[in-house]
Every structure is written in structure tokens, then in C-alpha cells.
């Protein structure tokens, strides 16, 4: 969201990483897996480390990348996370067997708008980290923002959609559709009563709500 200068000077300063996690990250990019880009999760783990979670919720755990960064970040927190996706719970459960993070992290098999009853089982939780199906984020907000310590954040990803959410012409209808939603979603967000929300312009754009006492 910075100019692109900016953005490579922030990202060429951050440390190196673990083996395991430049490999996902190989992964992701050759397989078009949409995982956080490098300054948006350095920014969620902070977010996370100053929050001190112990118990995080994330729907869309893709191939496990921002559910190992999250383990590895914060050692005495565990990770319930939902992906419905076949493949890539595969690839996950892979990568998580083979990192010594991995047993942190529960990963519940399933559609997000059908599990509650197994995330409700975990609950409640500091963090809620929603980074899944764009179009669907006032719903899973709604479902899970119950399960929420009354002192905890969530975190939303991709609320900026590329820039797109300020696009006013775009040919495809389904990515209008969605940018629609989005911006529903956000106009909705800054305005619940019961949240303070900021959007920070970082990778993708993430929105940090947190409960008014
Ligand atoms: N958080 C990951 C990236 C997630 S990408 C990371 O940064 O490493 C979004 C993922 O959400 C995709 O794998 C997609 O299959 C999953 N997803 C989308 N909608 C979902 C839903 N309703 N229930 C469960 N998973 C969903
Ligand atoms: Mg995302």
C-alpha cells in the first residue's frame, strides 16, 4: 500500500526465517496460495505479541503459513484454525507435522459457516484472525465475535482488496460483487457499536477491532 520503495526497504529489513517457513513461502508463490504477504504478518505477530494471546482463532488456514508464523511468535499460544479446502489441509498438515510448532495449532476440517459448534468447544479466545472467503466477512464476524474474550481483538485481512475497494470501473462482475461486500463489510465494521475498528493500509489492508468496555 506504500509506494513500492517504501514497502521493499520495510520488507529487506526484516530478519530471515526459519527454513520450513521460506519453503511455504516458495510454495505459496508457485502454487498461487493467497498467505499474508511479509509486512502485513510481521504486523498481525506484533499486533499478537502486544495482545499476549494464549488462545487464537483463524478462519482460512490455508497451507498453515500464518497458523505456524503465529506458533512460532508467540510459544505459549495455541491455534485453532479452519480451512475447508481438501488440498490445501493436506498440504498443511504436512507442513505442520513437520515443523516443531505444529503442535500448537488444532486445524478443524470444514466449512467455517458449519463448524461454530467444534470452534465454540475451544473457546473463548483472545485473537480472532479472519482471513477467509471475502464476501462472507459480516457473517463469519457474527458467528465468532461471540466466542471473543471481552478484552480481545479481531483482526480482518484483504479489507482493502488490492486498492480496489476505492476502484470505481471494474468490468468483472464478480470482483464488482465482492468489492461491493467488502465495502459493506467495512462500512459496517467502523460502525458497530460494540467495536472500535482501525484499518491500517498493510498488506492488504487490515481491519483491528477491539471491544468498548
Ligand atoms: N491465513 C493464511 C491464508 C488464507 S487464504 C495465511 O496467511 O497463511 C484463505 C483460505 O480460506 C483459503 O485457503 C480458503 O480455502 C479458505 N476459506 C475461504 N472460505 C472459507 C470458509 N468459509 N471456511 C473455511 N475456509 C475457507
Ligand atoms: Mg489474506
New binding site residues.
Given amino acids: 500500500m506504500l509506494n513500492d520503495k517504501l514497502h521493499s526497504y520495510i520488507e529487506e529489513l526484516i530478519p530471515g526465517r526459519e527454513p520450513l517457513f521460506i519453503e511455504m513461502e516458495n510454495y505459496a508463490k508457485e502454487n498461487k496460495?493467497?498467505?499474508?504477504e511479509l509486512v502485513g504478518?510481521e504486523a498481525l505477530l506484533q499486533l499478537l505479541r502486544i495482545q499476549d494471546s494464549k488462545k487464537i482463532l483463524?478462519?482460512?488456514?490455508?497451507?498453515?503459513?500464518?497458523?505456524l508464523r503465529m506458533a512460532e511468535a508467540l510459544p505459549k499460544a495455541s491455534i485453532v484454525t479452519?480451512?475447508?479446502?481438501l488440498e490445501?489441509i493436506q498440504v498443511a498438515e504436512e507442513y505442520m507435522g513437520r515443523s516443531k510448532h505444529g503442535e500448537q495449532i488444532l486445524l478443524i476440517k470444514?466449512?467455517?459457516?458449519e463448524v461454530e459448534e467444534l470452534v465454540k468447544g475451544q473457546a473463548p479466545y483472545d485473537t480472532i484472525f479472519v482471513?477467509?472467503?471475502k464476501g462472507?466477512y459480516k457473517k463469519f464476524f457474527e458467528i465468532y465475535s461471540k466466542y471473543l474474550k471481552s478484552d480481545g481483538i479481531i483482526i480482518t485481512d484483504n479489507v482493502l482488496f488490492k486498492g480496489l475497494v476505492t476502484e470505481s470501473e471494474i468490468e468483472s462482475k464478480r470482483i464488482r460483487n465482492l468489492v461491493k461486500k467488502i465495502d459493506g463489510f467495512n462500512q459496517w465494521l467502523m460502525n458497530h457499536p460494540d467495536y472500535h475498528t482501525v484499518i491500517l493500509p498493510v498488506g492488504d489492508g487490515i481491519a483491528i477491532s477491539k471491544k468498548k468496555r
Fill in positions: 496460495v493467497p498467505i499474508m504478518i483463524e478462519v482460512g488456514t490455508a497451507i498453515g503459513y500464518s497458523a479452519i480451512e475447508r479446502d490445501r470444514g466449512d467455517a459457516l482471513d477467509a472467503a462472507q
